[in-house]
Every structure is written in structure tokens, then in C-alpha cells.
């Protein structure tokens, strides 16, 4: 099964810190990873694509062959964010391991087009993070326009979309885009990025479980030497003990065990849905012939007195049942909708 960044071993680990601030950070922080022993890849911000001018944009250029030595003296792939063809031809000269493209880069077709472009026939591995935006489109046209420049070592990272009122968290999480998005690309791989999503240390762990919970295939975690005093993104960096405290805290689920029940519980799961569709489908045929009942007898189509009565109803027996009451709620408000619009087609 396909779904490995790069040929590593899932999940892919990727760490470090979200600017390059100083050579000596670089070669501090990516020491005590590589120490760890579970990093397959160093990340880090080069020429940083900020959302407000005048805050830190990262070393650029002066980094890159600080990051080439990384690599080279302790065998620690590295990977920074490319915004433009410039960067991506300055990753190759470094020979650097891999490149990724920012949320606000990937908002724009054209220059994630010219990025393709520059790394096309390099056979550079490329993360593409999700755009600002919730608009699972934009992020496959990237995908696309790297597929077209030949580049098929792709992965995506989830990171959230950008909005006022994300609190507690930086980011919204929109978990079911996320699934959305599996369940259309299961065969690439899918990467989650805690710390800009939840953009506090406080939620990291929150926010890594539920990803590894919905079976990402890996972590992009910012980790500095010195989170505190860092120089983009403090409240979200975490010092390289606390990555690996967090490491230790997550659950990774084993799929390869829980297979066999997983398999049972999902035949169950497909008979119960073909039988809630069932029970649908009679239940509106029925809605049609009171439809006709009504039509006969000129009797308006909604009768609220009634629709008030078969919601109590559903609502005490979901309570019975211990089920949700805003669930049940939200689902009978669907079906009756639903028999509303084919009793006015039926008219
Ligand atoms: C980053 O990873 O450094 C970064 C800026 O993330 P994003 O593009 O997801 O905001
Ligand atoms: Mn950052």
C-alpha cells in the first residue's frame, strides 16, 4: 500500500523550527532531533512568506548552505518552503531534500504553476500544505500542475484554514475536509500540521491525536531549541524534549491489529446503512401517497401541528435511546425537509 512520503516509514516525522533565525539555532535544533533518532526530516523556514510586512522573514539565502552542511555531517534529510522558482533552483544547488509550498502560496495557481515548473524533471519531493482557504479544488489543481510538471513524489499537509474565530485554535480545523479529502486521494499521502493548526503549544497534543485518529500518515511539528525567544510563531514552537514528550503521549493507532474487528464492525456498519436506506426509501413512497391524499382533499401540503407532534416523538425515544439530541434533531429536520420537496414534486 502506497501512502509513504519518500519511502519512510509512516508516520513520517518531520521537525524543526519555523524560521531559520541563526546558524547556530539550525545546527541546535537539529542535533538534538536527530538525536532522537525519530525525525526523518529537518524542516525549516527559509524566506518566510508572512502575513504582516515588517515581521521576521527568516535568514534566506545565508541558510541554505548552513542546511546543506546539516544534512551532509549528521545524515538528517532537510526540507524548506519554496514561494518561488528562485527558491526552488537555490534547494537544488544545495541539493537539499525536499521542498514544501505555503498555505498562502498555494492560493495562487499561477505562481504554484511556476514552481512546478522549476523543479520540473529534478524529481524533487514536493509537500504541498492545504491553501488559506477551504477549497479542496485550488489544492488539487496544485497537485495537479505538479503531476504535469512530471513530479510525483507529492504529499499533502493539513493545516487548517485561516479565520477570525478559530479559538481556541489558530486555525479552523474543518476535520471533515480533511476525510473529505482521504476519501477522494486514499492513495496519497496525507501529513497533519499540529502546530500552525492549533498555533498554541497548549492544543498540540489535542490537535496531533485527533489528526492521528483519522489516520494521517504522518507529523509536521515546529520544534525549536528555544521556543520562547523564537522569532515567528513563539506561542506554537516546542522544544525538542517536549517533541518527544509529545511523541510518547500520542496514541498511534496500529492498524495492522485492530484489522479483524475493524472488518466485522464494518460489515455490520453496511448492513445497518442498507437498512437505514430502506426504511428512507419506504418512508418517503409513504410521504408521496399522503401527498396525493392531500391533493385530493385540498389540504395544505405542511401541517405544523403534526411535523411538532413526530418531532416530539423522535426526540423522546432518541432520549430513550441515548442518542444525541441535536442529532436526532438536525437528521428529522433533513427527512422532513426532504418528504416536503417530493410531496411538491408529486403535486
Ligand atoms: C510553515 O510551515 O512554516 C508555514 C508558514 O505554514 P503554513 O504555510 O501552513 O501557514
Ligand atoms: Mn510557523
Redesign the pocket.
Known amino acids: 500500500m502506497g501512502r509513504s512520503f519518500m519511502g519512510y516509514a509512516r508516520p513520517v516525522l518531520i521537525a524543526g523550527p519555523?524560521a531559520a533565525e541563526s546558524e547556530a539555532l539550525l545546527w541546535e535544533t537539529a542535533k538534538a532531533l536527530k538525536a532522537g533518532g525519530k525525525v526523518s526530516l529537518f524542516r525549516c523556514?527559509v524566506w518566510k512568506?508572512r502575513s504582516m510586512p515588517g515581521t521576521f522573514e527568516g535568514m534566506g539565502e545565508a541558510a541554505m548552505p548552513v542546511l546543506q552542511r546539516i544534512q551532509q555531517e549528521l545524515s538528517l534529510p532537510v526540507c524548506v518552503?519554496a514561494a518561488t522558482p528562485a527558491q526552488v533552483e537555490s534547494v537544488l544547488r544545495h541539493d537539499l531534500s525536499a521542498c514544501w509550498v505555503?498555505?498562502?502560496t498555494l492560493v495562487n495557481p499561477k505562481q504554484v504553476a511556476e514552481i512546478a515548473e522549476a523543479a520540473r524533471g529534478t524529481g524533487l519531493p514536493f509537500l504541498l500544505?492545504n491553501p488559506l482557504v477551504p477549497d479542496l479544488k485550488l489544492w488539487e489543481g496544485a497537485f495537479e500542475r505538479f503531476v504535469q510538471a512530471g513530479l510525483h513524489e507529492l504529499a499533502a499537509v493539513y493545516?487548517g484554514f485561516a479565520s477570525e474565530d478559530a479559538a481556541p485554535y489558530r486555525n479552523r480545523p474543518l476535520w471533515h475536509l480533511a476525510i473529505e479529502w482521504k476519501r477522494r486521494h486514499p492513495d496519497l499521502p496525507l501529513l497533519c500540521?499540529p502546530s500552525?493548526l492549533a498555533g498554541h503549544r497548549e492544543w498540540l497534543q489535542e490537535v496531533a491525536q485527533k489528526a492521528l485518529y483519522l489516520d494521517v500518515d504522518g507529523l509536521m511539528v515546529e520544534v525549536h531549541a528555544a521556543p520562547e525567544k523564537a522569532l515567528s510563531d513563539a506561542a506554537q514552537q516546542i522544544a525538542p524534549e517536549s517533541f518527544y514528550q509529545l511523541l510518547s503521549a500520542l496514541r498511534f493507532p496500529n492498524r495492522t491489529e485492530a484489522n479483524d474487528a475493524l472488518n466485522a464492525c464494518r460489515t455490520s456498519i453496511d448492513e445497518l446503512d442498507a437498512a437505514l436506506l430502506g426504511l428512507l426509501s419506504r418512508r418517503m413512497e409513504i410521504s408521496r401517497q399522503i401527498a396525493r391524499i392531500k391533493r385530493e382533499k385540498q389540504m395544505p401540503l405542511l401541517q405544523t401541528r403534526r411535523w411538532q407532534t413526530v418531532l416530539d416523538n423522535a426526540l423522546r425515544k432518541a432520549e430513550a435511546l441515548q442518542l444525541d439530541e441535536d442529532f436526532v434533531r438536525d437528521v428529522m429536520n433533513r427527512i422532513h425537509e426532504a418528504s416536503i420537496e417530493a410531496q411538491e414534486k408529486s403535486l
Open positions: 519555523c523556514g512568506v518552503e505555503g498555505a498562502r500544505k493545516r500540521d500552525h
